[in-house]
């Protein structure tokens, strides 16, 4: 059975202050959720992993929103996935379409990046979604291919086992224009035969995440799709009253 994943990306916000008391006041709602199974993630800024990480509860993922390919050297303002492993990281989302757009992330960097993190026991999140222009003409699913056949590219199966895949159409992030559940549920789909193309065994365990516009009136509806096994989720994951209420709903 796919265990539940629900992952707040905060973005750039929230500073170190923010992040700690924003943990601490959602001990109860992160316990209550652990005690149901659901498992819970948390992006915060690299600036805040450690406080996030040394002030929440054990079981809490705490991501990064990015690492580097490399594990050290002259690359400047990068993270690498030893550095972030030795603070006790648990993974971190790659290729999120804002990294795409404004940090020229291709997915065949993002396989660079997915093949570090498992190399370091790290849990990579890895992003994939279509524009606007192509949902208009129709291209979701050969965009969503190429970037799952790239991103994806040589992994073994067990390795792409532990790879978690967020769908986010890039239309419905931070709009409130939420893809409607039947076309999450069918481009979730589309991407779990994707893997299996790759390795059938791994997609049945391959966990794949809806993400864009989720707040707690919608996020049950997707997490009671086949294909569905958590979502990813910006705007309302920045208050506790929010993510409480997102808790709840899946649970109650
Ligand atoms: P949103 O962002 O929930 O604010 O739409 C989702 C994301 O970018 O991961």
């Given at each position: 059975m796919r265990k539940k994943l629900l992952v707040g990306n905060w973005k750039m916000n929230k500073n170190v202050l923010e992040a700690k008391e924003f943990v601490l006041n959602a001990k109860e709602i992160f316990e209550f959720a652990f005690a149901n199974e659901l498992e819970i993630g948390i992006a915060p800024t690299y600036l805040c992993l450690e406080t996030v990480k040394n002030n929440a509860l054990k079981k809490l993922l705490v991501l990064s929103q990015n690492v580097h390919?490399?594990?050290?050297?002259?690359?400047?303002g990068e993270v690498s996935a030893k550095m972030l492993k030795s603070i006790n990281v648990d993974g971190s989302i790659i290729g999120h379409s804002e990294r795409r757009m404004y940090d020229n992330e291709t997915s065949l960097k993002c396989n660079k990046k997915i093949k570090v993190l498992l190399d370091n026991e790290l849990m990579p999140i890895y992003c994939v979604g279509e524009n606007q222009q192509e949902f208009d003409d129709n291209l979701t699913k050969e965009v969503i291919g190429k970037q799952i056949q790239e991103g994806l590219k040589d992994l073994k199966e067990e390795e792409l086992s532990r790879v978690v895949i967020a769908y986010e159409p890039i239309w419905s992030i931070g709009t409130g224009k939420n893809a409607s559940c039947e076309i999450a549920q069918d481009v979730c789909n589309f991407i779990r035969n994707q893997v299996a193309k790759l390795s059938y065994n791994a997609s049945l365990q391959v966990r794949i995440l809806y993400g864009g516009s989720v707040n707690p009136n919608n996020i049950k509806n997707y997490l009671f799709q086949n294909d569905i096994d958590g979502a990813l989720v910006g705007g309302a994951s920045l208050q506790v009253e929010s993510f409480s209420k997102m808790v709840h709903a899946l649970i109650d």
């Open positions: 390919c490399e594990d050290k050297g002259a690359f400047t």
